[in-house]
């Protein structure tokens, strides 16, 4: 038994549990962590201390280390003692610019013995008396470790871009760096002494360790140049070493830069590995999403459901505004002025160039490491997948602009999502990111959506497809003979190519009701068939009859086309038998007459011309069809072969209604006999019309004996010798079909 169970949800209890989950969880999460101490007891505070906000406005490794589930403090008031020390799981040290007492050193000494971990980043440079290193060196001697004095490790082949900052490939795999295999070492120092500690990574061969030189300006370096006396590498950077029940980690580095670049590359996986290691906690192979950012902002948890609430209105919004006004435009297609479509065009493309000059340039700063003032990967990237999108959509906008003359509103709305999206990820979020000027590329961002609203205008007032002011049917020479042209591809789907004739290209497609339909666009056209085109197709649009081809709509912009009823097949050429060559002019002829009660004139019937539904014949191309309003009226434009003199010479006066019975009568002709009833050059088909009597259909198909004289009667060259209506040609034809057969058409 299959029980089925209906569940709805409103989507705003589901957005409400989704934000209650988010805000709720990190709560959940923050029992029993591990305690980390930063010693900020120097005379310079947080200033050499990995902290908090750093001296070049990087985010803290504290921060990073609550991102991951530890309880940062702070130690500011010397001296450090047990009693300070106590609950405490790690302690981390760096560059604090005082001499550490005996007694702190004994302190910290019991409490890594006492299972505690340090991690230890040391200092190159020296007392500026050039008196011996602050007295945390000392701390590291007494775990039997040293940093050299007054050096900065160098390398000329392994740096980043033009810099001396070291680009330190030789990590051990272990469970202290866990998956890191390669960081960038920035202004750091070296171990001159590991003692019993284990190396976890060093310097390359190609390496040295360069002096600094004190000056009235305090130390410089020496400009990155090996001198003889000067170390070569390989040389150790981290090294890491059990003491006791506890664990310590020695790094040689400028804390300082530490703060702002160690966990800026692959250093803050190696800064959240050691902290881990020396809590003993185990070191991840991969870290969750949360150990991806190394940023800590007030209200995390609340920022993000505010993300989460603009982004769904973003979307809500867009598909909104698209399902409402779809492409913005319900009107008559009007033309463009030229100056406007070429400003169009300009203004789109000065705000790609702009969004190029806005978001590229800039970029490259961003991911300069060598630079702290505007180094921000993180930034960077979402910048790289902004413009990327907005570039991608407005080429996609100009290119339809330019080369097809359209503004297709998707893009537009696309781009709108994109951009409202990034403005409010940089508000939002705007103090996660390194750089001062968040605001600025948001307002700068915000200022692109100005071409997306003005090609929504321009569709809301002139349409998707641009028709431009005396270039109106330029487009018919651009159209692929094999597909449907893209402005109607919107409203038909399935579409194939069928064929063509002397007055275009005929297409099948389905329409949105799912009504397969006969497109047929003209090959080519201007501006003085358009009133023609018009008149005369609209004559078509009234005629309702089973033997006529039915025409659905017609529209000269953005390209003339006729849609009209889909036929499967239509009448072949060849000798027919008797009775189907009767029943196909009997039944075209039903039409014809339905057509001349309306007072319209088909003028150019052919066999072409005649197609076949579901078994049924009917005449189609009633674009050189005639309004009769008076006697008679003028006809031009027939096929050649099928022409009435009266068509030729005005000696045989104006058209009417015996014209399309002469028509017909070529058709009985040719489906009695195979051939029409006269055939050559243009000029030698004219004369015969005019001057000679055709060959008699039974000379060339003795079947055609008993409807000869109907045929003969219909090619007769003065009008009054002809059958004077249709109807009267059709009681001519059931005299020679049963009644059964007639009673089949109405």
């Given at each position: 038994m299959v029980i089925e169970a209906k569940f709805k949800i409103s989507p705003w209890i589901l957005l409400t549990l989704i934000l209650t989950f988010l805000i709720l969880i990190p709560g959940a999460c923050a029992s029993q962590n591990p305690k980390v101490?930063?010693?900020?007891?120097?005379?310079?505070?947080?200033?050499y201390t990995i902290y908090s906000i750093g001296p070049y406005g990087a985010s803290s490794f504290a921060n990073l280390l609550q991102e991951n589930g530890m309880e940062v403090s702070r130690l500011t008031d010397p001296p450090v003692t047990s009693e300070k020390l106590k609950g405490y799981d790690?302690?981390?040290?760096?560059?604090p610019e005082r001499n550490?007492?005996?007694s702190e050193i004994n302190t910290i000494k019991d409490f890594v013995k006492n299972g505690g971990g340090l991690l230890l980043l040391g200092d190159n440079w020296g007392q500026e008396d050039g008196g011996e290193s602050y007295a945390f060196n000392g701390l590291a001697k007494a775990f039997g470790v040293s940093y050299a004095d007054k050096l900065v490790v160098v390398d000329t082949k392994h740096h980043i871009l033009f810099s001396d900052y070291v680009n330190v490939v030789d990590v051990k795999p272990n469970t202290v760096n866990g998956n890191v295999s390669e960081f960038y070492y920035l202004k750091g120092t070296y171990l001159k002494n590991t003692g019993s500690s284990e190396v976890l990574a060093s310097s390359d061969a190609d390496s040295w360790a360069d002096s600094y030189t004190l000056t009235e300006e305090g130390f410089s370096q020496n400009n990155g140049v090996k001198e003889s006396e000067e170390t070569s590498g390989p040389l150790p950077l981290v090294s890491a070493m059990?003491?006791?029940?506890?664990r310590v980690i020695f790094m040689g580095s400028v804390g300082s830069y530490v703060n702002s670049w160690i966990y800026r590359t692959n250093g803050w996986k190696l800064g959240l590995n050691y902290v881990n290691w020396l809590a003993k906690r185990p070191v991840p192979s991969e870290y969750d999403a949360a150990g991806l950012i190394p940023y800590s902002v007030a209200d995390m948890e609340y920022r993000i459901a505010l993300m989460v609430i603009l982004t769904l209105a973003i979307i809500l919004g867009i598909v909104m505004a698209a399902r409402r006004y779809g492409n913005g435009f319900s009107g008559q297609i009007k033309t463009i002025k030229n100056w406007k479509y070429n400003a169009l065009v300009a203004v789109n493309l000065l705000f790609a160039v702009g969004a190029v000059l806005i978001f590229i340039p800039p970029n490259t700063y961003l991911f300069d490491i060598t630079n702290p003032d505007m180094y921000d990967p993180n930034f960077a990237y979402l910048i790289i997948c902004v413009a990327a999108l907005y570039l991608f959509f407005s080429g996609v906008v100009l290119y339809n602009l330019l080369a097809r003359n359209r503004i297709i509103a998707e893009y537009s709305y696309m781009n709108m999502a994109i951009l409202l999206f990034f403005a409010g990820l940089t508000f939002i979020f705007g103090d996660v990111f390194f750089i001062m000027d968040v605001e600025f590329y948001s307002i700068m961002g915000m200022a692109l959506i100005i071409p997306l609203i003005l090609n929504l205008m321009v569709i809301r007032n002139y349409g998707p497809d641009l028709v431009i002011e005396g270039k109106e049917f330029d487009r018919l020479k651009k159209i692929s003979v094999k597909s449907l042209p893209y402005e109607l591809q919107p409203h038909y789907t399935d579409s194939a190519y069928i064929g063509e004739g002397g007055f275009g290209r005929v297409f099948k497609a389905t329409r949105k009701d799912g009504r397969d339909v006969a497109i047929k666009i003209p090959k080519s056209f201007d501006k003085r068939s358009e009133k023609t085109f018009i008149t005369e197709v609209s004559n078509w649009i009234h005629l309702d009859h089973p033997n006529i081809v039915k025409l659905y709509d017609f529209k000269i912009l953005p390209i003339p086309y006729i849609e009209m009823e889909f036929c499967e097949g239509k009448l072949e050429k060849g000798m027919k038998p008797l009775d189907e060559a009767i029943s196909v002019v009997y039944e075209v002829a039903k039409g014809l007459e339905y057509a001349h009660t309306k007072n319209i004139i088909h003028g150019d019937v052919k066999l072409s011309n005649i197609m076949i539904k579901n078994g049924v014949h009917k005449i189609s191309d009633w674009g050189l069809s005639k309004l009769k309003l008076a006697e008679s009226v003028t006809l031009s434009g027939a096929t050649p072969q099928y022409a009435a003199p009266e068509?030729?010479?005005i000696e045989f006066g104006k058209a009417d209604e015996r014209t399309d019975i002469y028509q017909i009568g070529n058709v009985f002709y040719e489906l009695l006999t195979g051939r029409?009833?006269?055939?050559?050059?243009?000029?030698?088909?004219?004369?015969?019309?005019?001057?000679?009597e055709p060959i008699l259909p039974s000379k060339i198909n003795s079947n055609a004996g008993p409807v000869e004289y109907i045929v003969m009667k219909c090619l007769s060259k003065i009008k009054d010798d002809r059958y004077p209506s249709m109807t009267e040609l059709l009681k001519e034809l059931q005299k020679?079909?049963?009644?059964?057969?007639?009673?089949l058409f109405p």
């Open positions: 101490l930063f010693d900020e007891t120097g005379p310079y505070g947080k200033y790690v302690l981390i040290v760096m560059a550490y007492t005996d059990d003491y006791g029940n506890g068509q030729i010479s029409l009833p006269f055939e050559g050059e243009i000029s030698q088909i004219y004369n015969s019309i005019l001057q000679t020679h079909m049963s009644p059964d057969e007639t009673n």
